[in-house]
C-alpha cells in the first residue's frame, strides 16, 4: 500500500505548488487552462503558475488584458487548471473562480519582479490573436529598449481561488490512488475517490 495519508498528499499538492512557484523547471510550473469560450464551446491554453499561496487559498498566472481568455473569464469566472508530472505519473487538476486583477500593488510587484523577457509579450501593439502579414509584426515596434513600464497596462494577475482539487498518483506498484478535496466553509474535506 502508498503510506500516503488525505492529509500528507494534500500537503504534498501545496509543496509541489510552491516549487512550481519558485523554479521554472518543476512539473507544475506549465499548467493548462480551461475555461468556457464566449460561444459557450471549451477552451485551453497553458499558462505558467506565478504564485500559490495555502493559507490564502490561491493561485496566481499571468496574462495579457487583451487575451481571448480574459474576455471569457470576465463572462464566467469558472477555471479549471491541470498539471501533469510525467515523471512521477502524477496529475493535479484544479477547479475554482478567478479573479482578474487590472490595478493594484499586487498586480505592480508582479510585473515589476517579472524578467524583461516575460514582458515582450505585453509591448505588442496588436492584441494576441490577431492576423498578420508576417511573422514579426506584432513586435515591430518594441525591440529597441522601452520604458520599463512599456507594456503595463496590457498585463493583468489572474488569482484563482480553488474549489476542488483532485490529485491522481499512478505511480504505486500495488495501483492507482486518488484523492478529492473539497473547499467547504474555508477548509478542506478530504475524500478517496476510485480512480
Ligand atoms: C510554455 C508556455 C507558457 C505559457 N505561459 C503563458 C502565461 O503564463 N500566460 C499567458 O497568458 N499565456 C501563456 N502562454 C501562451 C498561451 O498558452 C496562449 O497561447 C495565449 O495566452 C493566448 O491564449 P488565449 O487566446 O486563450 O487568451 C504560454 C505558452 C507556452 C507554450
Avoid at 516549487?19 to 521554472?24: K, L, M, N, S
Avoid at 487559498?57 to 463572462?75: C, G, Q, V, W
Amino acid at each position: 500500500m502508498n503510506s500516503m495519508t488525505l492529509e500528507q498528499i494534500y500537503a504534498r499538492i501545496w509543496d509541489c505548488l510552491a516549487a512550481a512557484v519558485r523554479e521554472d523547471d518543476q512539473p507544475f510550473k506549465v499548467m493548462q487552462a480551461a475555461t468556457i469560450g464566449l460561444d459557450g464551446s471549451p477552451n485551453v491554453r497553458t499558462v505558467l503558475l506565478r504564485g500559490a499561496s495555502e493559507t490564502e487559498n490561491r493561485l496566481t498566472f499571468h496574462t495579457d488584458l487583451r487575451s481571448p481568455k480574459i474576455a471569457e473569464l470576465s463572462r464566467e469566472p469558472r477555471i479549471a487548471l491541470v498539471g501533469v508530472d510525467p515523471a512521477r505519473n502524477l496529475q493535479l487538476r484544479v477547479f475554482g473562480e478567478t479573479r482578474i486583477l487590472r490595478h493594484g500593488q499586487a498586480r505592480l510587484d508582479a510585473w515589476r519582479s517579472s524578467p524583461d523577457h516575460d514582458l515582450i509579450a505585453y509591448r505588442t501593439h496588436l492584441p494576441p490573436g490577431t492576423p498578420m502579414a508576417h511573422a514579426g509584426d506584432a513586435l515591430d515596434e518594441t525591440r529597441d529598449a522601452p520604458n520599463p513600464d512599456e507594456g503595463l497596462k496590457h498585463f493583468c494577475v489572474v488569482e484563482v481561488r480553488p474549489a476542488r482539487l483532485d490529485w491522481l498518483d499512478l505511480s504505486a506498484a500495488d495501483g492507482p490512488q486518488r484523492a478529492l478535496y473539497v473547499r467547504r466553509n474555508d477548509d478542506w474535506a478530504p475524500a478517496w475517490i476510485a480512480p
